[in-house]
């Protein structure tokens, strides 16, 4: 075991000492911080003059919201929102340019957000117009209203019986009536995962695909191959290092993400039901456990890339290849758009790292049948990212071993 | 302790590069000698079990090639083999010494005895990617004597030494075959003629010599001579016989050739060496290319 952990120990010296290593992954860090705030650069124009910075206005929001966070949505928040918007006067151009509305409805932006969702509005002027012939009844069956809406979706596809009766029953699972809180923070964080991810996947791909390939190119082959660990002990320390190394900069780069975002827009909104930024999501999770289910997936999709990464390395004695090929493997599927109108193909391309990294595996509202199972896009995402990892890396073995 | 190579034999494509060659060998020191191309690395790569081979096997004390146990006992010294850049000479070591599967104590130990050795210890903690070619070469020879192998692999061991150092590589490695299997290969004739034990001279992928130095020499012995002729005649050899030796002098050239009998009035039978020999095969090789 010591001479295990002892050979563990140098691969990671070997990827460490490199400063390319180094550099790529404060870049990376760098990126993700900035790239994770950069909404708030810049300003917010109104007839060509600056009404206030993105930074100003994030804050002003954050500061509307918290005043609402702990009320129940319900018929008098609803209607206190309605009340706020029938003072701004519907006029031509942006309603959101009126000092009405800064002064009376912006506070309730956040539940105009959800009502326009619930009761299919379009979240502009014609969105307030609609919302303000919502009426008494309408509000009393705000919650009815929106599971109707989120059963109207899920009749809408193209599932099997089965997938459709799970979607219903999860979404029935759902908490109500939900807590407002403000969930700025997290809203954000969710937005930027994708990016990290994405980050991530580029800085694993360069970190690791010299792993077994950079033997070759290194000239160390012969030396390791001709060593008592060489066909064995090597190639399962090189693994590890590889599958870790992918966790601990998925982890580093998620942490330098959340920490970054959380600080400057703020911590609250763990336990808010994730309904709040999207509403007709049938999952009954918090923003926290969601967030938390999405960097797993990140986390998953990301060592399923790593370890093509290393099965390519293994075979093609070149990192130079390997890089490029995972970059088009990485890059390309990114911009292929599969319709879910094909199911089964919708869901195996999900499978795919970078169409992991998607936050509608997390949120959809599809099931997915399988004889005597009914799983959810996130199970299924997270089950074959680790099983195909683990099937992948005995081709590693043997790819490497061969000579 | 036995080194038996049994019909071993490498295909590359259309080429056969070592071709059933079966040997056996017991301590000492084994020189193997041959051209570029004749197949001296591809050989030594499956005796390592670094290359599979197309057929035949290796097998030390009976061990075959692809175990563990095999490569327990094998030091080697690749001939064109890289560093990490960024490791210290002492890192490089210890790192080998893991993969040796020497404990971590043992292996500082080991590897300072070593850098001692190589005349390395003053620069152990320096990257090796600031190190000359001969550094490097010494750091190679270290890392293939960590684990005190039984049998030790070395392909141009000597290439990039300056001849001070490769006397005392000569000394070492002397000393080394008494009690185990050292095959080396080198371009250097004169390296193999002193340490040697047994010669092994290698041909398109075949072992065309093996025996000590004056059995092997024994071939050419009264064939080799040296003359001293016009410019006229010198042509006329150099254009017949495989020449060993010429030098031009102030108004003829010298010549030093093998020739199955007296080749010139002028010339004299002299003791033949070890490089007479290896240009008498190989010159003709190339003659008979052209």
Known sequence: MSSYLELVKFEYKKILRKRSTIIILVIGILLTAISGVSPLFGYYYVDGKILESHYEGMKKDREYRRGLSGREINRDLLSETIEAYSRVPVANGRYSATEEYQEYARPYSGVFYIISHVYNLNSNTNGVTEMLLLTEENLNKFYDIRQSMVERNIENTTMSPEEKAKSKELSRKVKTPFIYSYTGGYTRFLSQMYVTAILICFICLICISPLFAGEYTNGMDGLIFSSKYGKNKVIRAKLFTGISLTILFSVLLIIASYVTIMTVFGWDGKDAPIQLQYPLSIIPLTMGQVALLYSAIVIFGNILSSSLTMVLSAKLKSPYIVLVIMTALTIIPAFVNVSDSVLWIYHLSNLIPVKMFDINNVISIFSINFPGLTIQPYVLIISFAAVASMALLPLVYRNFKKT | ?290
């Not at chain 2, 500082?108 to 070619?133: H, N, W, Y």
């Not at chain 2, 390296?191 to 040697?196: F, G, L, P, R």
């Not at chain 2, 001579?225 to 150099?238: G, K, N, P």
């Not at chain 2, 016989?241 to 030098?247: A, M, S, T």
């Open chain 2, 1 to 290: 302790m036995e080194l038996v190579i049994d019909r071993l034999t490498k295909q590359f494509k259309n080429k056969i590069a070592v071709d059933r060659i079966s040997l056996t060998l017991h301590e000492g020191v084994y020189g193997l000698l041959g051209p570029n191309g004749s197949g001296k690395t591809t050989l030594m790569r499956m005796i390592c079990g670094v290359l599979k081979p197309t057929s035949g096997e290796v097998k030390f004390n009976g061990i075959d090639v692809s175990r563990e146990e095999f490569r327990d006992a094998l030091g080697y010294l690749p001939q064109d083999f890289g560093y990490y850049p960024e490791f210290t000479a002492y890192d490089f070591l210890l790192y080998l010494a893991s993969l040796k599967g020497i404990n971590k104590s043992r292996a500082k130990e080991k590897a300072t005895e070593l850098l001692e050795l190589v005349s390395l210890s003053d620069v152990a903690k320096k990257k090796i990617r600031t190190f000359s070619g001969g550094m490097k070469q010494r750091l190679g020879i270290a890392q293939a004597l960590l684990n005190n192998p039984k049998l030790l692999v070395l392909d141009e061991p000597t290439a990039g030494l300056d001849p001070k150092e490769r006397v005392r590589f000569r000394n070492l490695i002397s000393r080394l075959g008494k009690d185990r299997i050292v095959l080396l290969s080198t371009h250097i004739v004169s390296d193999v003629e002193y340490i040697a034990s047994v010669i092994l001279m290698m041909k398109n992928g075949q072992i065309i010599h093996k025996g000590r130095l004056e059995e092997i020499i024994d071939v050419i012995e009264g064939k080799v001579f040296e003359c001293s002729v016009d410019s006229r005649t010198a042509e006329h050899l150099i254009a017949n016989y495989p020449i060993i030796n010429i030098r031009e002098e102030s108004d003829k050239t010298f010549l030093r050739l093998v020739a199955d009998k007296t080749p010139c009035e002028t010339a004299v039978a002299v003791p033949a060496v070890l490089e007479d020999l290896y240009m008498y095969y190989f010159n003709k090789e190339v003659k008979k290319c052209e």
